[in-house]
């Protein structure tokens, strides 16, 4: 039976940071730390979306992490209309921003958008290895 948890967030610059540390507490707890970093990048990429382009003011966003089998998805839900695209466009190279989700499609191993009766999830797959797999392996 998969597991599953999720917690939400308001709109605020410090929820990325507590979106991070939710993600690595539940991973650890369920004993899943081979690709925590991956899924502690990709968290903190899709939650700064979420707040500055999918959470209207005074709405929250969703972080939601399902465990099944050897498959992490993660997902962010918030409630604005705007759908972004999977393929984003090259960002210029000037620019300070624009590169989140192309990062996040890059390390996870699969990415999408569902669109919901409000607002959308932006979701990432990670493959994982569960801790008896990993039993005195020093890459675990």
Same mark, same amino acid.
């Given at each position: 039976m998969p597991l599953s948890r999720n917690h939400r967030f308001p &709109?605020?610059? !410090? %929820?990325?940071?507590? $979106? *991070?540390v939710f993600v690595r507490q539940v991973l650890t707890d369920w004993g899943h730390t081979d *690709?925590?970093?991956?899924?502690? @990048? #990709?968290? %903190?990429?899709? =939650?700064?979306? !979420? /707040?500055l382009h999918g959470a209207p003011p005074g709405r929250e966003y969703c972080v939601s992490l399902t465990l099944d089998g050897s498959?992490?998805? /993660? !997902?962010? &839900?918030?409630s604005g209309d &705007?759908? +972004?695209?999977?393929?984003? +466009?090259? $960002?210029?190279?000037? =620019? #300070?921003?624009?590169r989140g @989700? *192309?990062? !996040? *499609?890059?390390v996870a191993d699969d990415m999408g958008v569902t669109p919901d009766v409000v607002g959308k999830s932006v979701w990432v797959v990670f493959k994982t290895v569960s801790p008896s797999e990993c039993a005195g392996e020093a890459a675990c």
């Open positions: &709109r605020s610059r !410090a %929820s990325v940071r507590d $979106a *991070r *690709r925590l970093d991956d899924v502690t @990048l #990709c968290v %903190s990429e899709l =939650a700064t979306n !979420a /707040l498959t992490i998805r /993660l !997902a962010v &839900r918030d &705007r759908h +972004p695209g999977i393929d984003p +466009p090259e $960002a210029d190279l000037e =620019a #300070c921003s624009g @989700l *192309r990062l !996040a *499609r890059e």
